[in-house]
């Protein structure tokens, strides 16, 4: 459902963009990180962080790069992460399964 709504909001924040093509790639994000058994490694509060993370570079101008920083970054300050190294590898798996 997070997946759905960063994709409807960032439809709505860049005009010209159909939204009912993004909506569909966040579907896709959504499966993939699924059938990937990506977030399976997380609790249910890592897995939650983690998908808020991914949401919030996604959209950016370099979600590959934003995601990798993300992931340098966390290993440093764990901030509320239960399980930093888990969350680590879901978002460098993230970037390799998504080719970003």
């Known amino acids: 459902d997070r997946f759905l709504v960063t994709g409807e ?54 979600p590959g790069a934003a995601i990798r920083a993300r992931a340098a970054a966390l290993l440093t300050d764990p901030g509320d992460l239960h399980d930093p190294e888990e969350a680590w590898s879901a978002y460098l798996t993230t970037v390799q399964l998504f080719g970003i």
């Open 9 to 62: 909001q960032a439809a709505a924040a860049r005009p010209g963009v159909d939204p009912s093509m993004v909506r569909e790639i966040f579907e896709e994000v959504a499966t993939l990180l699924h059938d990937g058994l990506v977030l399976d490694g997380l609790d249910e509060h890592d897995a939650g962080l983690v998908v808020d993370g991914l949401c919030a570079d996604l959209v950016a101008a370099d």
